[in-house]
């Protein structure tokens, strides 16, 4: 477990998600190396039980053997379905999510998500179907590659790079991480070569995975599947997907819109059971690099609410 992935906060996510309760039914949204599935599990009496899910086929050999634990292979978009499938119409005690990619992913030069190595440019979560990376990259037209870059990865000078891609392409298809880094090779500043490379392949990954239509419908799905009193704990990496985590424990949607009743009052169906996000120590950051991006939030959801039960 420890080679495939380090889970990141792992005793402040676990602790906001579980409290002091000894049973329950709870979610590990993103199961990947099983770390805080396994700390979860370990908290819990025989009476408890975990859904996990992870749509990537390798997590699942990471599976415990313990009777409580439900491994669901699939997105965990499709969250609220699995609650009711399993029988908890009632809704479930807590829900976990981290939103990081593994370290397995990163690390496996043939998955494509890394620039550290040349591979085919593939970066599925899921290896069994879906668009690649290659797919993007060299069948997108140029505004289509520009958008990407900037709402993604939030990359200065999308276009001109977008621009440089469809060139190099023209000449020969792009199909691995070391073509697609030399096509945008004059844009790389030497001073900040890596960060730059860093928030392409961000945005790539994003697209090819569909990450932040996944999330939307996963914190949609969350709201619904939690039990009065129930936790909503995420780990975020990026301040995309931040940003939609904080708007939907605020407001109860991504973006941000506070829903009110007729008496003007909030009709936000989460509360926040944290006003800053929990951050890792830096012992946690210098042992794991990457951790340094992680924030924690929490959330609890309302016993009377105008969504869901």
Do not use: W
């Not at 975990?50 to 634990?69: I, Q, T, V």
């Not at 699939?74 to 609650?83: E, S």
């Amino acid at each position: 477990m420890s080679e495939y992935h380090i889970p990141v906060l792992l005793d402040e996510s676990v602790t906001a998600l579980v409290g002091d309760a000894l049973s329950g039914v709870y979610a590990d949204a993103t199961f990947g190396g099983g770390g805080h599935s396994r700390e979860i599990l370990s908290r819990l009496t025989q009476a408890g039980r975990l859904l996990a899910f992870d749509r990537d086929s390798d997590a699942l050999a990471n599976k415990p053997d313990d009777n409580r634990l439900v491994l669901i292979h699939n997105n965990f978009r499709f969250i609220h379905n699995y609650v009711l499938a399993e029988g908890y119409g009632d809704g479930i005690d807590g829900i976990l999510a981290d939103l990081g990619v593994s370290s397995h992913q990163f690390d496996t030069a043939d998955r494509g998500f890394s620039f550290r190595f040349d591979a085919e440019l593939d970066m599925r979560m899921n290896k069994e179907g879906g668009i690649t990376a290659a797919d993007l990259v060299n069948g997108l037209d140029e505004a289509g590659l520009a958008r990407i870059l900037k709402v993604y990865g939030e990359v200065d000078g999308a276009g001109k790079m977008a621009s440089l891609i469809v060139r190099a392409r023209e000449k020969q298809a792009i199909r691995s991480t070391g073509e697609l880094s030399s096509a945008i090779a004059p844009m790389l500043p030497k001073f900040a070569e890596h960060k730059v490379l860093a928030k392409v392949f961000q945005a790539l990954r994003i697209e090819v995975n569909q990450e932040m239509r996944s999330l939307e419908k996963f914190l949609q799905g969350a709201v619904l599947s939690l039990k009065p009193g129930g936790r909503l704990v995420v780990i975020t990496y990026h301040s995309l997907e931040d940003r939609m985590v904080k708007n939907c424990m605020r407001s109860g949607n991504v973006d941000g819109v506070r829903a009110k009743d007729l008496y003007g009052r909030s009709n936000a169906p989460l509360e926040a059971g944290n006003r800053k996000p929990i951050l890792p120590r830096e012992e946690e950051i210098s042992s794991n690099t990457r951790a340094r991006s992680a924030k924690l939030r929490v959330a609890v959801k309302k016993e009377e609410t105008a969504y869901g039960k």
